[in-house]
């Protein structure tokens, strides 16, 4: 099995910054893409950022400029930097992996179970 848990969340006025991370632990053989989703109230998940194992990233056009995503493959982990926070940030972030395990090698889906951010004064 393969266990997602996410950290960094919280209470944050517009303007100020926050860094999620998510941690993938289990019987690991390898991870391809890592990154984050969002879902706000009413709203549907969407693509906040992703960072592929060689390094190629892709962003939500609204998180330009603003959000950097990194990893650490050794420690299995991704990392979201999100500077110039907006109320419209405001979601639960849900970290997401495809891995490899020895009981599938074909890379499979993964979620977190989410971690709040609220952007509010």
């Known amino acids: 099995q393969v266990q997602l848990v996410e950290s960094g969340g919280g209470l944050v006025q517009p303007g100020g910054s926050l860094r999620l991370s998510c941690a993938a632990s289990?019987?690991?053989?390898?991870?391809?893409?890592m990154g984050w989703f969002r879902q706000a109230p009413g709203k549907e998940r969407e693509l906040v950022a992703t960072?592929?194992?060689?390094?190629?990233?892709d962003y939500g056009d609204s998180v330009k400029g603003r959000f950097t995503i990194s990893r650490d493959n050794a420690k299995n982990t991704v990392y979201l930097q999100m500077n110039s926070l907006k109320p419209e940030d405001t979601a639960v972030y849900y970290c997401?992996?495809?891995?490899?395990?020895?009981?599938?090698?074909?890379?499979?889906?993964?979620w977190g179970q989410g971690t709040q951010v609220t952007v509010s004064s």
């Open positions: 960072i592929a194992r060689g390094g190629s990233t």
């Open positions: 289990g019987s690991i053989f390898s991870i391809d893409v």
């Open positions: 997401y992996c495809t891995v490899s395990t020895p009981y599938r090698l074909a890379y499979s889906p993964y």
